[in-house]
């Protein structure tokens, strides 16, 4: 029973290494978050953001992943804010305040500071030799 343990406790090991030694720093400034990323960070966790949508992939499901969000091209700064101050049919009107609203947007800025949720295609490689024309 105790060689059990020792054999997964070395699988173990072994694999968290396996993933950490491949894990992708590059671009990534963490810095800490100013007084409005930390005041939308508590406004995020009183309104449960984090119920609907996902940072890095956790969180709830109704919503998109937020963790890029602000650098997504595609959505402008006021964009973001109508959608956080008004809400749509799906996502709930929190009747914030413009400065709480200015938080939020300023926590999301330092999230996606933090790196990308989605692994950039030139970085997926494999190693399968898949046949894709039977
Ligand atoms: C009850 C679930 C729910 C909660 C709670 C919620 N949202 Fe949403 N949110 C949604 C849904 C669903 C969408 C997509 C809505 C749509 O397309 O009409 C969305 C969209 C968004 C978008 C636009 C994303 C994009 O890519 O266009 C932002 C920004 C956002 N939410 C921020 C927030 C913030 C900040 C909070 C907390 C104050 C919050 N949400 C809480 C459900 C939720």
Known sequence: MFRMWIILFLLFASYTIAVYRNCDEKDVTVTNPDVHALAGWKVWQRNN??????????GGYMGPDLTNVI???GKSKQYLQ?????GTGKMPDFH???SEVNNLIAFLHWIDKSGRSKVPIERVTS???YNFSK
Request: glycine share 4%; aromatic share 16%; hydrophobic share 25%.
């Open 96 to 98: 914030l305040s413009d």
């Open 71 to 73: 650098s997504d091209s």
């Open 127 to 129: 190693t399968w030799n």
């Open 82 to 86: 109508t959608f956080i101050k008004y």
């Open 49 to 58: 953001c984090q119920s609907c949508h996902q940072i890095y992939g956790l």
